[in-house]
Antibody, heavy 122, light 111 residues
Framework: QVQLQQSGPGLVKPSQTLSLTCTVS??????????WSWIRQPAGKGLEWIGR???????DYNPSLKSRVTISADMSKNQFSLSLTSVTAADTAVYYC??????????????WGQGNLVTVSS | QSALTQPASLSVSPGQSITISCTGT?????????VSWYQQHPGKAPRLMIY???KRPSGISIRFSGSRSGNTASLTISEVQSEDEADYYC???????????FGGGTKLTVL
């Protein structure tokens, strides 16, 4: 079955770059079946969509984060990654990777990673 | 502040029904039939419960149903059980600028 395994540091200093990786198993990213997405959740708050990438290589980003976010993919490793620059305490959150279906009738987030708590602190 | 508006908390007795509302705008729920609902237990990743406003994925109890009218979507849980106690989030597609927006979440307490 499809599984997503996240990895990355849990502590990032202010003004530095947050980097997380999501390893996909059970489906090849080359299949083109999904958008590869990142979503975050500050403690005690709601979910926020960060952005997505698909097999075409064209990313879509949340307008409020667009200037600081990069989502990339390593197809050979079946992985995709999130980079968020110039972080502040407001970026402290649990970060999830998720797969969004690309085809009609599958436009939802069906598969999720386990979540990474990333704390921004010196 | 979240783009979609949900009640922050609701409570219900076991066996009763409860409806969670999600209010958006004509730029999201009112235009796109792409509303999904997610259940989240503490410390866990969200779980898809409803998609395209009314459809239930395989494996989701028929006690969960969704509806959409105008700029508002709703999730109804019938015959509530203790295991339904969780946070619930609505989500809607919002076009090629905002893409996906979420509600702030509703904490459902089963009394």
């Amino acid at each position: 079955q499809v599984q997503l395994q996240q990895s990355g540091p849990g502590l990032v200093k202010p003004s530095q770059t947050l980097s997380l990786t999501c390893t996909v198993s059970g489906v090849s990213m080359n299949s083109g079946s999904f958008y590869w997405s990142w979503i975050r959740q500050p403690a005690g708050k709601g979910l926020e969509w960060i952005g997505r990438l698909d097999i075409s290589g064209n990313p879509d980003y949340n307008p409020s984060l667009k200037s600081r976010v990069t989502i990339s993919a390593d197809m050979s490793k079946n992985q995709f990654s999130l980079s968020l620059t110039s972080v502040t305490a407001a970026d402290t959150a649990v970060y999830y990777c998720a797969l969004e279906g690309r085809t009609r009738g599958e436009r939802y987030f069906d598969y999720w990673g386990q979540g990474n708590l990333v704390t921004v602190s010196s | 502040q979240s783009a979609l508006t949900q009640p922050a908390s609701l409570s219900v007795s076991p066996g009763q029904s409860i409806t969670i509302s999600c209010t958006g705008t004509s730029s999201d729920i009112g235009t796109y039939n792409l509303v999904s609902w997610y259940q989240q237990h503490p410390g866990k990743a969200p779980r898809l419960m409803i998609y395209e406003g009314t459809k239930r994925p395989s494996g989701i109890s028929i006690r969960f149903s969704g509806s959409r009218s105008g700029n508002t979507a709703s999730l109804t849980i019938s015959e509530v059980q203790s295991e339904d106690e969780a946070d619930y989030y609505c989500c809607s597609y919002a076009g090629n600028i905002a893409f996906w927006v979420f509600g702030g979440g509703t904490k459902l307490t089963v009394l």
